[in-house]
């Protein structure tokens, strides 16, 4: 069973760049069963599909993002992350990652909470 | 695809059936559309891919039903644990979106 796990800054100032990584356990990130995504979810709203990765790297961002993502993998590690440049108060949310089956995220990570706040 | 969720909250009892709508904006292709279960401070857990498959370890008293543009997910008996925020989410067209979820509360 697949198990991830988000680390990084959970502070970061506004117009600054967030950086998150996931750590991917209990299975190869190069598996060609699955794409690995970026979640998120601010304070008691809905959830947002900010991007995902094939393990070659391709990759798949939400339009509304997409000048101001990057996701990156890295086979070596076992993680993939998650880059969002000039980040505004309002992107204050807990960022997941999970892995993509078939466009449905079958296992999450547990969330890290990022405060965009100077 | 913007997806619209109802009710937005569900006030039921535990054993009663419960009953939650997903409509989309357009046709949602091959029925690409998936149901998560959010309990607070957790994670979204997968329950419902493919419109009418279950995920693993998903009882039988839960399953999905729709095309098109109209989806629902029923529980035909709530029990305690089924208490949750519910969302909808569709990846059949770019962007993947999400409905905005409803509650079901214990009345």
């Known amino acids: 069973q697949l198990q991830l796990q988000e680390s990084g800054p959970g502070l970061v100032k506004p117009s600054e760049t967030l950086s998150l990584t996931c750590t991917v356990s209990?299975?190869?990130?190069?598996?060609?069963?699955?794409?690995w995504g970026w979640i998120r979810q601010p304070p008691g709203k809905g959830l947002e599909w900010i991007g995902s990765?094939?393990?070659?790297?391709?990759?798949y961002y939400n339009p509304s993002l997409k000048s101001r993502v990057t996701i990156s993998v890295d086979t070596s590690k076992n993680q993939f992350s998650l880059r969002l440049s000039s980040v505004t108060a309002a992107e204050t949310a807990v960022y997941y990652c999970?892995?993509?089956?078939?466009?449905?995220?079958?296992?999450w990570g547990q969330g890290t909470l990022v405060t965009v706040s100077s | 695809i913007v997806l619209t969720q109802s009710p937005g909250t569900l006030s039921l009892s535990p054993g009663e059936r419960a009953t939650l709508s997903c409509r989309a904006s357009?046709?949602?292709?091959?029925?690409?559309l998936a149901w998560y279960q959010q309990k607070p401070g957790q994670a979204p857990r997968l329950i419902i891919y493919d419109a009418s498959s279950r995920a693993t370890g998903i009882p039988d008293r839960i399953s999905g039903s729709g095309s098109g543009t109209d989806f629902t997910l029923t529980i035909s008996r709530l029990e305690p644990e089924d208490f949750a925020v519910y969302y909808c989410?569709?990846?059949?067209?770019?962007?993947?979106?999400f409905g905005q979820g409803t509650n079901v509360e214990i009345k």
């Open positions: 209990g299975g190869s990130i190069s598996s060609s069963s699955y794409y």
């Open positions: 999970a892995s993509l089956k078939g466009g449905w995220a079958d296992y």
């Open positions: 357009q046709t949602v292709s091959s029925s690409y």
């Open positions: 989410q569709q990846y059949g067209s770019s962007p993947w979106t």
């Open positions: 990765i094939y393990y070659s790297g391709n990759t």
